[in-house]
């Protein structure tokens, strides 16, 4: 584009009352006239200023800049872009200008300009640009595949890892529905759960476990975080984070074979000791009763005998069976202040007169559990409280919402905010750590009144089957507390009553039993 040179009048007055830089200067680069703005930005006198070249203005970098600018304007009458320039006192700044050939008073041919500074612009975008970079570089070597989903459930991004994980090239995925990868008995969990997302954006981020199809067919297991996006108010989105967890699944697995085979193997020897006990209480009573010359008082005495036996080795067998071959739970919401005052009267009862029993809720709590295995585990800690304390002691339970980003000092909860935290801690023997550390093994023991090791088993068994979690400290001679994780229930989650995560009382041992609710 050319443009004609033309006249000008006295436009000296309008140049200085703008914030915007003028100058004027030559073909050869010399600076003939510029506004108190310009003179301003570069820390000079406007004398100073009509004295110099632009070459004593521009930047180092900007010198390799100025021949090709000079040629541009005599062929082209007119230039425009971004320049930057150095202040007397060493600074650079940046200015976006647009120059044009004009005719000065005398029929002189100069160049006359403006330009506006944007400094902080170009620090900002520059910033903005790093900062792009850095992310950009992040997501290309993330090994977790990080993807955006929209409402319909049409991949709108996906990170590398992406073909790194599951095979498949951009272009393949690329604007794809994500229900097509998902396998067919995880499709209905699938839709559920992103829909989920976009329906009740302020719940806490959540979790699922999806098969999603490989490139070569195989099927991966892929755990996912989903986090909605909003904009202007509406769910534009939704972020996933993905990681691959076939492998780790498959060791899992191997493991709990491994720890189940030597658990079978530790439960039969418990079992056949447990059974030599009871044979052995029944055996000198059976050699008693053969006697020619027992009285009727010894055979009664000897049938008594027998039957306890009897009876305890039907309660083990009982309690090992309970263990083996649990009910699976009949989940509805239950108001946790509702059952316990359904249930306190029978474990005050069972707690016994010289064990002081509190309760204290914060706030409405609502979990998803079966009322009556809840039941259950409160009453098998209750009991285990008891044995512990045989002279009386305290025994308090307390219940709350955890909050987000929760931690505990006895082990880990991931997203806490899902779980209503339950506390049964009491003024008992305690347990050392190594007696802590069998707590919740089937048929382990340490007392001597007839009790089976069924009890935390159970309650661990229990705990797992709800999606919970359950976790023991304890210190001889102070006691012991028990920390238990049950499932909100959905839609009931009430973060803003959450009081801020309280200390136990006591202070416990550092030795924590921590059970993992993959089970």
């Not at 977790?144 to 709108?156: H, Y």
């Amino acid at each position: 584009m050319t443009e004609e040179p033309y006249e000008t009048g006295p436009l000296a007055p309008f140049a200085d009352a703008t914030h915007d830089l003028t100058c004027e200067h030559d073909l050869e680069g010399n600076i003939l006239t510029a506004n108190s703005a310009a003179a301003h930005a570069l820390e000079l006198t406007l004398e100073q200023l009509c004295t110099l070249n632009l070459r004593d203005v521009i930047s180092v970098e900007a010198q390799s800049h100025l021949v090709s600018y000079l040629e541009t304007i005599r062929r082209d009458g007119v230039s425009m872009g971004m320049l930057t320039v150095r202040t007397a006192s060493g600074r650079k700044r940046v200015w976006e200008y647009r120059n044009v050939i004009a005719c000065a008073p005398g029929g002189r041919t100069v160049v006359r300009g403006l330009a506006h500074e944007v400094t902080d612009r170009e620090e900002a975008l520059q910033k903005l640009r790093a900062s792009e970079r850095q992310l950009r570089t992040i997501v290309d070597n993330a090994s977790d595949i990080i993807g955006i989903v929209d409402p319909s459930g049409l991949l709108q991004f996906h990170s590398p890892s992406a073909e790194r994980t599951l095979g498949y090239g951009f272009e393949e995925l690329n604007g794809r529905s994500f229900y097509e990868l998902v396998h067919e008995d995880d499709f209905v969990r699938a839709k559920e759960f992103f829909e989920k997302q976009f329906s009740l954006p302020d719940q806490p981020r959540r979790t699922i476990d999806l098969r999603v199809r490989h490139r070569d067919g195989s099927w991966r297991l892929v755990s996912m975080v989903a986090s909605p996006v909003v904009w202007s108010g509406s769910n534009a989105s939704i972020i996933l984070n993905a990681r691959d967890i076939t492998e780790r699944k498959l060791l899992i697995a191997q493991l709990e074979q491994a720890n189940r085979l030597n658990s079978l193997g530790k439960l039969a020897a418990t079992v056949a000791h447990e059974f030599n006990n009871v044979l052995m209480g029944i055996q000198p009573f059976a050699d008693l009763m053969k006697r020619p010359d027992i009285t009727p008082d010894l055979v009664a005495k000897g049938a008594r005998h027998i039957a306890n036996s009897v009876a305890r080795g039907k309660r083990v067998a009982l309690d090992i069976l309970r263990f083996t071959n649990p009910a699976n739970p009949m989940f509805e919401p239950v108001d946790v202040a509702d059952w316990w005052k359904k249930l306190a009267p029978e474990m005050r009862a069972s707690a016994g007169d010289n064990i002081e029993l509190t309760a204290s809720f914060s706030g409405p709590l609502t979990i998803l559990a079966d009322g009556s295995q809840l039941s259950q585990v409160f009453a098998n800690l209750i009991s285990n409280a008891r044995h512990a304390m045989p002279r009386g002691g305290r025994l308090r339970i307390l219940a709350r919402q955890a909050r987000p980003g929760e931690s505990f000092p006895f082990g880990v909860v991931p997203n806490p905010e899902r779980f209503v935290y339950f506390i049964i801690e009491d003024t008992g023997c305690g347990m050392p750590e190594n007696v802590l550390r069998h707590a919740f093994e089937p048929l382990f023991t340490t007392k001597t009144n007839g009790g089976t090791g069924i009890g935390l088993a159970v309650t661990h068994q229990l705990v797992c089957a709800h999606g919970g979690y359950v976790f023991a400290e304890s210190k001889p001679g102070i006691g012991s507390a028990f920390h238990l994780f049950f499932p909100v229930a959905e839609g009931t989650v009430n973060l803003a009553e959450a009081p801020s995560h309280r200390k136990p009382a006591r202070d416990m041992a550092s030795t924590v039993e921590m059970v993992n609710t993959e089970c």
